[in-house]
């Protein structure tokens, strides 16, 4: 299971506990709601941390493969990528190729 669903079910695992226990005491529905809202942010602060910095370890890796695609992509468009001999035809513009500057 994906770090970031299992962060995303255990914050809403903990509102729903915090909720089922505000639910005993008296009070307006708006205002029960919002202090299991902070009580749950704040629980899952020190709780769920583990699963934050796994979440937050995807998120990173995920960057950064999607920012060294971007790079590679980049330089294969510039012509980065091709020989630098000269010697190969292909890549060059000329016989029915276009450059794309």
């Given at each position: 299971?994906?770090?970031s669903?299992k962060?995303?079910?255990?914050?809403?695992?903990?509102f729903?506990l915090v909720?089922?226990?505000?639910?005993?005491?008296?009070?307006?529905?708006?205002?029960?709601?919002?202090?299991?809202l902070?009580?749950?942010?704040?629980l899952?602060?020190f709780?769920l941390?583990?699963?934050?910095?796994e979440?937050?370890g995807?998120?990173?890796?995920?960057?950064e493969?999607?920012r060294?695609?971007k790079?590679?992509?980049?330089?294969?468009l510039?012509?980065?990528?091709?020989?630098?001999d000269?010697?190969?035809g292909?890549g060059?513009p000329?016989e029915?190729?276009?450059?794309v500057d």
């Amino acid at each position: 299971m994906s770090a970031s669903v299992k962060y995303t079910l255990g914050r809403i695992g903990l509102f729903v506990l915090v909720l089922a226990a505000l639910w005993l005491v008296d009070m307006n529905l708006f205002l029960r709601l919002m202090l299991a809202l902070v009580f749950s942010a704040a629980l899952s602060f020190f709780l769920l941390k583990g699963w934050r910095d796994e979440m937050a370890g995807e998120m990173a890796g995920a960057a950064e493969r999607r920012r060294s695609e971007k790079e590679r992509l980049r330089s294969a468009l510039a012509g980065d990528d091709q020989p630098s001999d000269g010697q190969s035809g292909e890549g060059q513009p000329g016989e029915g190729q276009r450059r794309v500057d």
